[in-house]
């Protein structure tokens, strides 16, 4: 990842069992293809979000980000955020390293899922991650 952006990796970095990438390294996220993913600007808590689910850079898990929730739920990303305030909206399981928050694609397809059922609708397949 860090070649793609042309930026410099400490082998150190790598090495680390609890690694920290910097900045330009933790905007360039990838796909499930290794591709970087183009982003959103000026939206969300970082000023960036990617438009489709990224790969994390320690764990290789699948990240959905609140704007990629709130497309598959039909609702607003701000709609979202309110949902975890008030705790109607399963918690994230974690944030990443600009501190926005993250699913795993595990606990996003459970929210989708549980949503469905709390409507009495079948699980609509393509909306799950």
């Known amino acids: 990842m860090a070649e793609a952006l042309g930026t410099p990796l400490d082998p150190a970095i790598a090495a680390s069992a609890r690694p920290r990438f910097p900045v330009a390294i933790a905007l360039g996220y990838l796909d499930a293809d290794g591709r970087i993913v183009e982003e959103l600007h000026a939206k969300g808590r970082g000023g960036w979000l990617p438009i489709a689910p990224t790969i994390d850079p320690a764990t290789r898990k699948r990240r959905v980000y609140t704007n990629h929730?709130?497309?598959?739920?039909?609702?607003?990303?701000?709609?979202?955020?309110?949902?975890?305030?008030?705790?109607?909206?399963?918690?994230?399981?974690?944030?990443?390293?600009?501190?926005?928050n993250l699913w795993w694609v595990p606990t996003a397809n459970t929210i989708l899922l549980d949503r469905a059922q709390r409507q009495g609708k079948k699980p609509d397949a393509t909306k799950l991650f």
């Open 69 to 100: 929730l709130a497309a598959a739920l039909g609702i607003t990303s701000e709609s979202v955020e309110r949902g975890l305030t008030r705790g109607v909206l399963t918690a994230p399981d974690g944030s990443d390293e600009l501190g926005r």
